[in-house]
């Protein structure tokens, strides 16, 4: 990467304040930052090391009102949102850290069935096995490893990383992102008691991801016990979530790491779950709804668009007022037994 500062204001449609003249060869953060890099600020609470960094470019907020002195060489791009501008910067600039074969090229160690459909430009990897019926959008790169079950349609563009599994039926949309280890179309945890122990049920449906969904690391989806698991367009796992059998989940929805949701619950759009969280079995989330880390979602959230916190998880004022109501209580009692 080396591009002229005045073209990445202009790519952002930003506003350039200092040297036009100044190239860029990379990113960093902004507390490693050196002259060359550029980096941003997009948290209130880093202010004070916008005048202390070398970098020499900082994409900054529209409305930021500058408390100090930049260091000497530095400039500043004023955009919107910081963070995505940060992010299309490196989308477009920054190198692929994943090692593919050439576009195209399936390894020769890769076993993929007569009856699969694999489009223009798909690139396999090796040790990979693609199963009969199989469909493979152009472009898309299957690392190694990965499997890709009976009967499965990934759309164009897909990006399925290294010892993935797909399981029967799996559909995948156009543009998704699976990190290494994510598995899609598992059973689903299905037993009916009986006398003798637990009889399973069979787990006849599928997964289906809308496009531009990103699975992480060691992620698992479940099919559905029958009909379907789904996930709608641009919905953002982080690593090691469990999505049980016949769950839905909304459109642009966002889940952090270690979340699990028990089978048959509906999420709605553009949620923001946090990391831990744990959702009860068939109960509905508005859309909109944020859930702080390690909240037990015990009950249906019905009301859109609230910030919920705790177990079970409440309007987040509400279990803040109880928490310091309870260490008041704890600290009269202890004051009383001492």
Not at 55 to 81: E, F, K, M, N
């Amino acid at each position: 990467m080396e591009v002229n500062i005045g073209d990445v204001a202009a790519l952002l449609d930003g506003r350039l304040e200092g040297d036009q003249g100044i190239s860029l060869t990379g990113f960093a953060g902004i507390e490693d930052a050196s002259s060359g890099q550029l980096t941003f600020l997009a948290n209130p609470a880093y202010e004070p090391q916008l005048y202390t960094t070398c970098a020499s470019a900082v994409l900054v907020s529209d409305t930021l009102q500058l408390s100090g002195s930049l260091q000497p060489g530095t400039a500043l791009i004023r955009v919107d949102d910081p963070y995505a501008a940060m992010a299309k910067l490196m989308q477009t600039f920054a190198p692929s850290l994943e090692e593919h074969p050439a576009q195209g090229a399936i390894d020769s160690s890769a076993v993929v069935h007569s009856e699969a459909r694999i489009e223009a430009g798909v690139t396999i990897g090796a040790l990979c096995h693609i199963g009969a019926g199989a469909t493979i959008g152009s472009g898309c790169v299957i690392e190694s490893g990965a499997i890709v079950g009976r009967d499965v349609r990934i759309g164009s563009g897909c990006r399925i990383g290294p010892r993935c599994v797909l399981g029967t039926d799996t559909v995948v949309g156009n543009d998704c992102i699976l990190q290494a280890g994510a598995i899609l179309g598992a059973d689903g945890f299905g037993f009916a008691p009986t006398d003798a122990g637990y009889e399973k049920v069979p787990q006849l449906g599928n997964v289906i991801l809308g496009d531009a969904c990103e699975i992480g690391a060691g992620t698992t989806i479940d099919r559905a016990t029958l009909g379907s698991t789904v996930l709608g367009h641009g919905v953002k796992l982080d690593n090691l979530i469990q999505v049980a059998h016949n769950v839905r989940i909304g459109d642009h929805t966002v889940i952090a790491a270690q979340t699990g949701i028990a089978g048959s619950t509906e999420i709605g759009s553009r949620c923001m779950i946090g990391g831990q969280v744990g959702i009860n079995g068939h109960i509905r989330i508005a859309d909109g709804s944020k859930i702080a880390a390690k909240s037990g979602v015990t009950a249906s959230i019905l009301e859109p668009g609230q910030v919920l916190q705790g177990n079970p998880a409440r309007p987040i004022r509400e279990h803040q007022k109880t928490q310091v109501a309870l260490r008041s209580i704890i600290r009269e009692f202890n004051n009383k037994n001492a």
